[in-house]
């Protein structure tokens, strides 16, 4: 159990940029989710996917953003055309669903995004 | 929908002294409960969990967490602060459906230990 991964750690680009970040899970762990961490903020949720099925994404999640999990394993974050607006701290985590409810999140290191 | 209130931006604790982060929290049902810690720059790792039972929990490194249903409260507590501890502490409500689990976090609170 190597834990999540994410990649890259660190990214800085120009405003307008596309970038694309990409979230490891734990192995076999079904459910895998995104959230945003604004400076000084508490994480805030931005999508959900059981398998390779997005099931839920948050208002913040807008027409910018889209999420993918191809193959129920590792996931993709692309941000197109990116705002300053954007720069943020980008956390992965999953879980597994087969403990029913009680379900616990395992996080992943994050990607911090800045735009310039 | 769920929230959950953090009172204390920041803490400062000597080394030695006990230690207790406020969270308050509101959810329509019975809440499902966390604290995370997170250290610069890095992601967060999980403290302990409340799901049900006991309402006193045991978590890593020497934490525990009392859920009090009638204050809507999980409170952090450690007996001794080690100077490794400073770093920010979430506490999160999961909002649990067979749909998902979205974790509402606080805002966090930021602990300095003094030596």
């Known amino acids: 159990d190597t834990g999540v991964s994410q990649d890259p750690r660190h990214k800085i680009t120009k405003r307008g940029q596309n970038v694309t970040f990409r979230c490891d899970p734990i192995?076999?762990?079904?459910?895998l989710y995104w959230y945003r961490q604004t400076l000084g903020q508490g994480p805030e949720f931005l999508t959900y996917?059981?398998?390779?099925?997005?099931?839920?994404k948050s208002r913040l999640l807008s027409d910018r953003f889209s999420a993918e999990r191809p193959k129920g394993s590792f996931s993709t974050l692309e941000i197109q055309r990116t705002e300053q607006g954007d720069s943020a701290m980008y956390l992965c985590?999953?879980?597994?669903?087969?403990?029913?409810?009680?379900?616990?999140?395992?996080f992943g290191p994050g990607t911090r995004l800045l735009v310039l | 929908a769920q929230s959950v209130t953090q009172p204390d931006i920041h803490i400062t604790v000597s080394e030695g002294a006990s230690l207790e982060l406020r969270c308050n929290y509101s959810?329509?049902?019975?809440?499902?409960l966390f604290w995370y810690v997170q250290s610069p720059g890095q992601g967060l790792q999980l403290l302990l969990k409340y799901f049900s039972g006991d309402t006193l929990v045991q978590g890593i490194k020497g934490f525990e967490a009392e859920f009090k249903r009638s204050q809507s409260s999980f409170n952090l507590r450690k007996p001794s602060v080690h100077w490794s501890d400073a770093a920010e502490y979430f506490c999160?409500?999961?909002?649990?459906?067979?749909?998902?689990?979205?974790?509402?976090f606080g805002g966090g609170t930021r602990l300095m230990v003094k030596p």
């Open positions: 996917f059981q398998n390779e099925a997005q099931l839920e």
């Open positions: 959810y329509g049902a019975t809440p499902y």
């Open positions: 192995s076999e762990h079904n459910r």
């Open positions: 999160a409500v999961g909002s649990y459906n067979n749909a998902g689990n979205m974790l509402t």
């Open positions: 985590a999953s879980s597994n669903r087969d403990r029913g409810l009680q379900e616990t999140q395992y």
